[in-house]
């Protein structure tokens, strides 16, 4: 069992940044690849960002390339979520996810993630 509990959502401007984390107890977390994905009102929870267990290999959603960032510390169970140039459209709650299968790959594949949070909402103004 891994539990995992994101942080650092807020209400913020367009053009604006937010760094999310998503802080991991339980089972050994550099065991698991870890993703971020969205679910904005009346929208199907979508995949935004993923990171392999040692954190060299990366994948992100077209709509967020370039202007977010995934990122990792194993040493602190901790899976950061840098979002740069934020826009409207980038409202959501945003989860983290364990996937313990996919340890050394990256998918963006929401049924194979094996433990989510509670999510952290994110909320940009035009």
């Known amino acids: 069992q891994v539990q995992l509990v994101e942080s650092g959502g807020g209400l913020v401007q367009a053009g604006g940044s937010l760094r999310l984390s998503c802080a991991a107890s339980?089972?050994?977390?550099?065991?698991?690849?870890m993703g971020w994905f969205r679910q904005a009102p009346g929208k199907e929870r979508e995949f935004v960002a993923a990171?392999?267990?040692?954190?060299?290999?990366?994948y992100y959603a077209d709509s967020v390339k370039g202007r977010f960032t995934i990122s990792r510390d194993n040493a602190k169970n901790t899976v950061y979520l840098q979002m740069n140039s934020l826009k409207p459209e980038d409202t959501a709650v945003y989860y983290c996810?364990?996937?313990?299968?996919?340890?050394?790959?990256?998918?963006?594949?929401?049924?194979?993630?094996?433990?989510w949070g509670q999510g952290t909402q994110v909320t940009v103004s035009s």
């Open positions: 339980g089972r050994t977390f550099s065991n698991y690849a």
């Open positions: 990171i392999n267990r040692g954190g060299g290999t990366t």
């Open positions: 996810a364990a996937n313990r299968v996919y340890g050394d790959y990256v998918t963006r594949d929401i049924s194979t993630y094996d433990y």
